[in-house]
């Protein structure tokens, strides 16, 4: 059976002529596959009504006496409004659906309420709609305990419910809709010469979303790895082909001066370097910092210095503990990290001393530098972040 799995966010399901073109993508879907399976995001974002932040607001959520149980109750009541409207929409439009809860479309999870696990699948209930010739509209973000207790699957939870679906259905490919046409080379608001991304694979994702691009959700993409189905990233309002994530075809290719070594350019903003002069206890110090629930980033531990980023927010919990040691320090905020991103730079040589190049003639200071097989990491002071990456894209020919 060729099953498709679309999954629909919430800009997409807002309002009733954005639905119309739900359901129009849907109706092209069925000439194409025998069956087609819908997830849904609930609709909107804060403000409007059934958003999960507005749902949130309504009991005041961060001094709500409610049980975490009971906000996952809460919390999946977006999703199941968007799927019923769905439905009603599709019904209006002469395609045979039906909408179904998570918990209803078989999605088992553990008890981790707010953040849950999917422990199996039951796809009975699917496919018996999908021999039935229906249209599925399943509620995204959620399942059900063995016990029946509602739970949501954490923020961004849709598109792992897709590629859930997909891997327990065997689906051909997960298409995840949305209000952009791809995955841009870079953040098109700091690079004005972004372009959309027609192929990229599931690990260069995995480190766009780790180094601060907001593409889709990790989990999402672990699962289609895992199972091996493509994810399309399309937008509901336009007829563009949109990027697609798999294994990476161009992998193996001979690395040629034609061959674009990079993929993409990411960024994240809000950091501060610290650097410790001294002895200090390593071991005790760095442990004290994760029971304080400060995450390290870029990290380079010297004989006399140690020198470290976190995320802006935790600062005054880290002088705080770098003072319990009386050690010397200074630290730098108002940082950015900027991320090459590229399967291709595994094993050559010069890449580093380009983009050492390519900053310095624009005038942007290096603060400090991390790699792995696939990425290059840049710390820059923030006020350099659209000039490095815009010369990084055009080093890096990206345009």
């Known amino acids: 059976?060729?099953?498709?799995?679309?999954?629909?966010?919430?800009t997409s399901m807002a309002t009733e002529e954005t639905r119309?073109?739900?359901?129009?993508?849907?109706?092209?879907?069925?000439?194409?596959?025998?069956?087609?399976?819908?997830?849904?995001?609930?609709?909107?974002?804060?403000?409007?009504?059934?958003a999960t932040d507005s749902l949130l607001h309504l009991v005041n959520y961060k001094n709500t006496k409610l049980s975490s149980k009971e906000i996952d109750l809460l919390m999946s009541v977006g999703e199941i409004i968007s799927s019923l409207v769905l439905t009603n929409t599709l019904l209006e439009s002469g395609i045979d659906a039906c909408a179904l809860t998570g918990g209803g479309a078989g999605i088992i999870t553990d008890d981790n309420y707010n953040s849950a696990d999917v422990i199996n699948i039951n796809t009975e209930p699917l496919m018996k709609l999908l021999n039935e010739g229906k249209v599925p509209v399943v509620a995204g973000f959620q399942g059900v305990t063995i016990g029946n207790d509602v739970t949501t699957l954490g923020r961004g939870g849709s598109d792992t419910t897709a590629s859930l679906l997909g891997e327990a259905l065997n689906a051909s490919e997960v298409e995840i809709y949305t209000d952009v046409d791809g995955i841009m080379t870079a953040d098109p608001r700091i690079c004005k010469s972004a372009k959309i991304i027609d192929e990229i694979s599931y690990n260069e994702v995995f480190?766009?979303?780790?180094?601060g691009a907001k593409v889709i959700h990790p989990r999402a993409v672990e699962v289609a790895r895992r199972a091996g189905i493509p994810l399309i990233i399309k937008n509901t309002f336009n007829n563009s082909k949109g990027t697609s994530i798999k294994r990476h075809i161009g992998v193996e290719r001979k690395k040629t001066i034609e061959d674009k070594l990079i993929t993409s350019i990411a960024h994240k903003t809000n950091i501060t370097q610290f650097s410790i002069k001294g002895d200090i206890d390593d071991e005790n110090f760095f442990t004290d910092l994760a029971r304080e629930n400060v995450s390290i980033d870029i990290i380079n531990i010297f004989p006399e210095r140690k020198?470290?980023?976190?995320?802006?927010?935790?600062k005054d919990k880290v002088i705080r503990l770098i003072e319990k040691y009386e050690a010397p320090y200074t630290f730098i905020d108002d940082?950015?990290?900027v991320t090459i991103i590229g399967e291709k730079i595994t094993g050559v040589p010069g890449v580093m001393a380009k983009i050492i190049r390519c900053l310095s003639k624009s005038s942007v200071e290096i603060l400090q530098t991390a790699d792995s097989l696939s990425t290059i990491a840049c710390l820059i002071k923030e006020k350099d972040l659209v000039i490095a990456a815009e010369a990084l894209h055009k080093e890096f020919m990206l345009g």
Do not use: H, W
């Open 307 to 314: 020198v470290f980023t976190i995320d802006d927010v935790c």
């Open 207 to 211: 480190q766009m979303a780790g180094s």
């Open 1 to 10: 059976m060729n099953i498709l799995i679309q999954k629909f966010g919430g």
């Open 335 to 337: 940082c950015c990290k």
């Open 20 to 50: 119309k073109n739900v359901a129009d993508k849907i109706m092209e879907a069925k000439k194409i596959y025998d069956n087609v399976v819908v997830v849904v995001s609930a609709i909107g974002r804060l403000g409007a009504p059934y």
